[in-house]
Structure formats: C-alpha cells, structure tokens
C-alpha cells in the first residue's frame, strides 16, 4: 500500500508542473501574422503574469468612442531579460503599439513594440516578433 502511494504521490510531482504547459497556446493559433496593427492609446492595466504579460490600452477613435485592447506580451522573465521593469508600463502612460491582431476578430492583439510619449521604445519579446 506504502509503495502505490509513493508511486501515485511520483507521478502526481511530474504531471503537476506540466498543467500549464497543456494550457499554453501556439501563437499562430491565437494571431494572424498577415494582420499588423498600430494603436495609440493610454494604458489602463498591466498584468505582470505567466504565461504571457498582458496590458490594456484604451484606444480612442476619430467619433470619440474609446475602446478597451487587451495586448499580450512575452512572460515576465522574458521581458525582463530584454531589459524590461514593471516600471515601464504604468496606467495612465500615452503609447503606441505595434502588433499582431487576433484571428477571432475581438479588441486583442499580440504586441510587438511600444513607444512611450517620450520615445522610449521596447520590443515586447512576443512570438508576433517572429511571425510564429
């Protein structure tokens, strides 16, 4: 008995940590790599969480009707790896985003880059990047 529950207990250890990989997207499933889009906007929220980072933009268009984009990024230990803090994103801050639209239509892209209104500019270390 001892013994089947050491081996339930092992292979529970090994399959747990794989959960989140079976959740994990491939990006051409999610994005079309054929659909770039710019938009400028002010940030509304940032998610600094894995799988990917993900922040908020309301966008603004030429009629004055503000529309929440939810733009995905690389994971947090990526970003910080190309240089990125949590401070270079903050709500409230103006930008411009190049990225990838989603292929279901809805306000939700894959980053590619952001520009701050100072000319601040980092890439978002997305697979958009790579056009996978």
């Given at each position: ?80 790896r190309l240089g990125w803090t949590r401070d270079f994103l903050k709500v409230g801050t103006e930008v411009t985003v190049d990225a990838v639209l989603a ?30």
């Open positions: 008995m001892r013994k089947k529950l050491g081996v339930l207990v092992a292979g529970l250890g090994l399959v747990i940590p794989a959960i989140p990989a079976f959740a994990h997207h491939s990006f051409a499933a999610e994005y079309d790599a054929n659909k770039p889009i710019t938009l400028n906007g002010v940030v509304t929220k940032l998610d600094w969480t894995n799988p990917h980072a993900r922040f908020y933009v309301d966008i603004k268009d030429k009629s004055g009707k503000v529309t929440n984009w939810n733009l995905e990024l690389a994971s947090p230990n990526a970003l910080r292929k279901d239509g809805s306000n939700m892209a894959s980053a590619k880059s952001i520009t701050l209104a100072d000319g601040r500019k980092m890439v978002a270390g997305s697979l958009a990047d790579e056009g996978k």
